[in-house]
């Protein structure tokens, strides 16, 4: 049975009462050891969410328990923040004038100079840093600056790791490198990690949950996969997966009847076939996407895209058969 670690009730952060911001009666449990990704555009309230739950801010209504403790606000103790948890910011708050494993010794107390190095040295082997512990945060790159502040962060036994746009000033060719990561750390060591995020690719690649924030509210919870194939709203299906959203007009002209709302799907869900049921479109552009290319087609006025995984199959101008095989009411 699954370890209830934080419980977030009904909780609200206004900053401007004229104005939607921060967050509106949130509510929500995580358990020990899940990665849980907060994904929203910017300015939907993931970062006050976050700073909320670490006890960065006071929260307006409800309450925030770790343990079933509840968690005080910056106005009730000392030093703001929870004890058993770490926050990695995106400028990554290291001391850049000293060697890295200073950096992430300096956690920890001399009580036992021996353990605090033991300590040290296998955090850095965790997080395959150990061969730069002798060089200045100065000669890191963005993605071992960021291996660095995530050991520093871990180094005390921390319960829940907070990670706030943790890949934002990291290039892609590391992002994957560092999602694969984090997540073998949470494994090998318990760790709860709270992530945030406006891009959803760390979401489906990280995540055991998915929190989908938009101006201020919890629009949808779940498994990365359950909500990307089944969205409630179009916000969802967009941010996760760029989906082709038709109203009922030109939903008609494709030969999509519904009545009311909006017909979505993603461009893999369009298939590229000659069956009973596939129309006739022209390719009005060809996107180059790596191993694949998306087509944008076009019929009756109403464009979609679609997924091509046979590169040059169908070029520019020419004339495809298509089928929505899937799409949802929303």
Same mark, same amino acid.
């Given at each position: ?235 969802? $299906? ?83 058969? $298509? ?8």
């Amino acid at each position: 049975m699954k370890e209830q670690i934080i419980s977030v009730k009904n909780i609200s952060k206004q900053y401007q009462q004229e104005q939607a911001s921060g967050v509106q009666n949130i509510s929500f449990d995580i358990n020990k050891g899940e990665i849980i990704a907060i994904i929203g555009e910017s300015g939907s309230g993931k970062s006050t969410l976050l700073k909320c739950i670490y006890g960065l801010l006071s929260v307006d209504e409800g309450e925030v328990t770790f343990n079933g403790e509840r968690i005080l606000g910056p106005n009730e103790q000392l030093i703001p923040g929870h004890k058993e948890m770490k926050m990695v910011t995106q400028d990554f708050s290291l001391n850049i004038y000293a060697k890295v494993y200073d950096n992430i010794a300096s956690m920890m107390a001399n009580t036992d100079v021996h353990y605090k190095h033991e300590k040290t040295m296998e955090m850095m082997l965790h997080l395959h840093i150990d061969h730069l512990k002798d060089k200045k945060i100065t000669q890191l790159s963005g993605g071992e600056q960021q291996r660095v502040a995530i050991a520093k962060a871990l180094v005390t036994n921390t319960s829940v790791l907070l990670l706030d746009e943790p890949f934002s000033q990291v290039d892609a060719l590391l992002k994957n490198q560092l999602r694969a990561d984090i997540k073998r750390i949470a494994a090998e060591t318990g760790v709860t990690v709270i992530m945030v995020s406006h891009d959803p690719a760390d979401g489906l690649f990280l995540a055991d949950e998915l929190l989908i924030l938009k101006d201020g509210h919890l629009m949808q919870r779940g498994k990365p996969a359950e909500i990307y194939n089944h969205p409630n709203h179009i916000y969802t $299906a967009r941010m996760l997966g760029n989906a082709v959203v038709l109203n009922t007009d030109d939903a008609k002209k494709l030969g999509l009847e519904i009545k009311e709302g909006n017909a979505v799907f993603y461009p893999e869900w369009v298939e590229l076939s000659n069956s009973w049921n596939s129309r006739r479109f022209e390719v009005k552009d060809v996107y180059y996407k790596g191993f694949y290319e998306e087509l944008l087609l076009e019929r009756n006025g109403v464009t979609i895209r679609a997924i091509q995984l046979n590169r040059g199959e169908h070029k520019k101008n020419d004339h495809v058969q $298509a089928n929505i095989g899937r799409f949802l009411k929303l």
